[in-house]
């Protein structure tokens, strides 16, 4: 939007013209994002608490976490509102990633809101059934995936690439569509299991929304992406506007959300951050390094699979609790070294990711 603007202002003045750089753009992207988060983020937590939208806990998990009952949640709706804002503001609207982006995280933070309405203002402890939140998952994955795959413009859009072997590409054609919906809706759930104690869930995304940036300008740039034997994908540099709002938006729900948390982002929140991230390595075509520098997103959900079915055919457990993070609590590890330790993982792990832009 204003990216508009300065260009009809550039016949005026020619300083306008600097608004051309996607770089300056990304970073005010982080910025406008960072300062709406913080100014609107303690209207929204007395809105929250006077409307009596409060946590729920479960009273078979850490004591500690009885003192956070009716803590007020749903704040992932100022995560979203601030992405989508300065996304808006900032980003070039003619693209088509933006757009599919968008839509993704808001259509996602759409399930999330109803999941997190029925069960904090209706009272229903189900919250939207499994099978419903799935079906909508699929509905919306499958969508960006077939628009992805029919809008591609170049066969290196729908080729898989393995980080390591800058010379072995795997042709997809239809199947394509399929890792595409399994990227979006995993990532999304990950993401959605690992939000379960104070910032445990937001910074990991914060880095791993900031190195897939990274990812986004260099794949964007013909020079770039041949130097470094990654895809070229015209038009995907935009999406640095976007990772630059997610920055700026998490940063800012942080400052509420850190240990102890005035807020939580609820499911609003999560399965909108975890879709976006899924659709922005899908579109970069780093899918696999997604999987390594989202490691503890994996791990989180593992841990939950590894239990079920560990419970379901033997009638034992192999954690405490799952997900992974609250075995440990009830190891006990105090909450804060938690989730210091599991963000020091994901430090390391996204500079591996990054890592193997070289490494070819």
Known sequence: MLLLLAEYLQHVYSGFSVFQYLSLRGILGVLTALVLALWLGPWMIRTLQIRQIGQSVRHDGPQSHLSKKGTPTMGGALILSAIAISTLLWADLS??????????????????????????IEKNSRGLPSRWKYFWQSVFGLGAALFLYISAQTPSETTLILPLLKNIEIPLGIGF???????????SNAVNLTDGLDGLAIMPTVMV??????????????????????????????????????????LGFLWFNTYPAQVFMGDVGALALGAALGTIAVIVRQEVVLFIMGGVFVMETLSVMIQVASFKLTGKRVFRMAPIHHHFELKGWPEPRVIVRFWIITVILVLIGLATLKLR
């Open 95 to 120: 693209n088509r990633y933006v757009w599919v982006v968008l839509a993704v995280t808001l259509l996602f933070g759409a399930i999330g809101w109803v999941d997190d309405y029925r069960k904090v």
């Open 177 to 187: 569509v399929v890792l595409t919906y399994f990227v979006i809706v995993g990532s």
């Open 209 to 250: 929304g900031g190195a897939l940036g990274i990812f986004c300008y260099l794949s964007g740039n013909v020079k770039f992406a041949q130097y470094l034997f990654i895809p070229y994908v015209p038009g995907s540099g935009e999406l640095v506007v976007f990772c630059g709002a997610l920055i700026g938006s998490g």
